[in-house]
Structures are given as structure tokens and as C-alpha cells.
């Protein structure tokens, strides 16, 4: 469950995903959420896999520069690929 702020959360959640809220429940991580405020999707010709590295990497720093008061934050991001698409 995320933590309020009179918790000591171990950690910073970079998504709004209620998955990964609900993964890291399941394995008893405190954390907060604090969605990162920034452009997502594709550059031109950019693969799957890189996008959603980039993407998570992105949002990571983003809440990190304004809300990581030294905590760890993390990022993540999920794509569906069909076909190349």
C-alpha cells in the first residue's frame, strides 16, 4: 500500500500504474507515488525496448530533480509491441 507522508517510505514511485503499486505491496516495500509531469512517446525510428528504457530512465530523473529529497525513486514503463509495432 503507498505510504503517506507520516511514513518512512523506502522508496519513490516514478508511475501511476496500480500494478506496480499493487507488486511492490505484495513484497512489503513502503513507498509514495509521484507521477513524473513529461513528453511521452516515440522518437522517430526509436525501437520498443529503448523507448521504454528511455521512458523509465526519464521519468525517474524528472521526480528525482524536484521530489527525491534523497530517496531512491523508481522508474518504469511499459510498451505492447505487436509486429514491430
Not at 57 to 71: D, I, N
Amino acid at each position: 500500500m503507498p505510504a503517506d507522508e507520516t511514513d518512512a517510505p523506502q522508496l519513490i514511485l516514478a508511475s501511476r500504474s496500480p500494478r506496480r503499486q499493487e507488486l511492490l505491496s505484495q513484497i512489503g516495500v513502503r513507498f509514495t507515488v509521484r507521477a513524473a509531469d513529461i513528453e511521452e512517446g516515440p522518437r522517430a525510428g526509436e525501437e520498443p525496448a529503448t523507448y521504454a528504457v528511455r521512458m523509465a530512465l526519464e521519468k525517474a530523473q524528472a521526480v528525482a530533480a524536484t521530489q527525491g529529497r534523497g530517496r531512491p525513486v523508481l522508474g518504469a514503463d511499459t510498451d505492447v509491441v505487436l509486429d514491430g509495432r
